[in-house]
């Protein structure tokens, strides 16, 4: 950032504490000398009104002298009073040198080396100098109001050596000051900015929609107030913005349904219709021999009521398969999941299907164990059942045998189901997942498949979000599906 705040701020106050000490400085250079000569002329003018407010009498009290004499010293003052006849009335420093200046005052003519500053109605203010010493004083020489004469006289010498000092040492002073003065600056600005520069950060993240920047800021102060609105914000607009994705989510979803749906509807009419044509041309057909009587034998009108019923019944099988699978892809179904032992599932259906198998010379083979797994119980029965249905329906070959076992792969118990028969092509394995897929056709027919059944296997296992599939083996076809233990 070139032109952060706390650059900014640093520059602003370095250059106002810099610019103020500056001004102290030209200040000290040119009116200290000034300040220093108007405080001696105060001091020297409060020394006459306090000698000029007593009488004769008060002036010679020891409270007054004492009194007096302290504030000379205090102010770095001397004085004297005479009076007419050259009698030393008070004195407060070199008594007789001061007399004697006094004197000199009225006596002589104006020395070129003494200057007058200002003339009052009774004495004048000036900056002499002392012959005798040779030093400069700022001088108050004139009468009281009681007659008297009087000197009051300050030492003039060491102002230009004070102010110099002093000015020498402001500057000293000043640099030392300089440099803390912007350490101190850059640390408290830092101080001030670095709130503002984390509610920056933060505003930027928001700006990429990343909202797990929060501000954690303590200034106490209305950064803090700025701070906590932003954080409300951002949870409100992350709230919102997620909302808004769940919306946008569900409404593709609902489109992608409507789509599925209207594809499977088409494809729902098309293959029924086409499965249903045969059965409904026999059930024609045989109905119509009937009614015209096209044979009296007892038996062949059985025959062909047997037929009828036969086709109805698959008719209704494959309708209500067809309902089943229909709910199944439009997501009407619910789940119920439970735990529940998977050998006895496979049990009861084995039990069921066993003297099918008998009549058809086929060996159930299952010595397994229980496992318990956690699934819907009911679509898990009915993927079992549509696998053992098919195995009982394709298996083949001089020693017909059915083998169901486990597999245990980390958390999941994959349960299989094997028959003895004709391995399904390579090509095919993909596709008998389809909707009246049908590898053989006439075998199927020959069966009464619709070819819906490893559909509603599909439909369900993706259902349950568990894994599925086929594959061939060298003396037959294995299918199976996934159980979750835990």
């Not at 009194?67 to 070199?94: H, Q, Y």
């Not at 979000?465 to 996934?482: A, L, Q, R, S």
């Amino acid at each position: 950032m070139k032109r952060s705040v706390r650059n900014q701020l640093s520059v602003i106050f370095s250059g106002i504490f810099i610019a103020i000490i500056l001004v102290c400085i030209l200040c000290n250079v040119f009116l200290l000398k000034e300040f220093f000569l108007l405080s001696k002329y105060k001091n020297i003018n409060k020394a006459y009104e306090r000698l000029n407010s007593v009488s004769y009498q008060e002036m010679r009290e020891t409270s007054f002298i004492i009194s007096m004499r302290k504030f000379c010293e205090k102010n770095d003052i001397s004085a004297v009073v005479t009076d007419k006849d050259g009698e030393i009335e008070f004195f407060s420093g070199n008594a007789m040198s001061m007399k004697n200046q006094l004197y000199e005052y009225y006596l002589s003519p104006p020395s070129e080396d003494d200057v007058t500053l200002k003339e009052y109605d009774s004495y004048v203010l000036r900056n002499a100098l002392d012959r005798e010493s040779q030093w400069r004083y700022i001088e108050a020489v004139g009468t009281l109001d009681s007659g008297d004469y009087f000197l009051i006289r300050t030492s003039a010498e060491g102002i230009e050596n004070s102010v110099r000092l002093s000015n020498v040492f402001l500057v000293i002073i000043t640099l030392i000051g300089i440099i803390a003065g912007i350490i101190t600056i850059s640390i408290a600005t830092r101080r001030i900015t670095k709130p503002i520069q984390e509610l920056a950060e933060i505003s930027e993240k928001m700006t990429n929609l990343d909202f797990e920047a929060k501000y954690k800021g303590d200034a106490q102060n209305e950064i803090d107030v700025l701070g906590n609105n932003i954080n409300r914000l951002s949870e409100k607009l992350e709230s919102t913005i997620g909302e808004l994705k769940g919306a946008n989510a569900n409404l593709v979803k609902d489109l992608e349904n409507r789509e599925k749906a209207e594809a499977s509807r088409r494809e729902f009419v098309a293959n029924a219709s086409h499965e249903l044509k045969t059965p409904i041309a026999l059930i024609q057909g045989y109905a119509e021999g009937l009614k015209e009587g096209i044979s009296d034998d007892p038996e062949s009108r059985a025959y062909y009521c047997d037929v009828i019923m036969d086709e109805a019944g698959k008719m209704n099988e494959l309708v209500k398969k067809l309902m089943s699978l229909n709910e199944l892809e439009m997501g009407q179904n619910t789940l119920s999941i439970e735990r529940f032992d998977i050998k006895e599932l496979i049990d009861n259906q084995l039990q069921t299907m066993s003297l099918l198998a008998q009549n058809k010379g086929i060996t159930l083979t299952y010595n397994e164990g229980s496992e318990y797994v956690w699934s819907d119980e009911f679509k898990t029965e009915e993927v079992f059942r549509n696998y053992l249905s098919n195995a009982l329906n394709h298996c083949a070959g001089e020693n017909k045998e059915i083998i169901i076992n486990y597999e245990k792969k980390e958390d999941v118990l994959r349960v299989n189901v094997f028959n003895t028969g004709d391995r399904i092509p390579e090509e095919s394995i993909d596709r008998i997942w389809d909707k009246f897929y049908k590898v053989d056709k006439a075998r199927t027919r020959e069966y009464g498949g619709s070819g819906v059944g490893l559909s509603i296997v599909k439909a369900t296992m993706e259902l349950l979000g568990t894994d599925y599939g086929c594959e061939n083996k060298e003396n037959g076809v294995m299918f199976y599906f996934c159980l979750p233990l835990k």
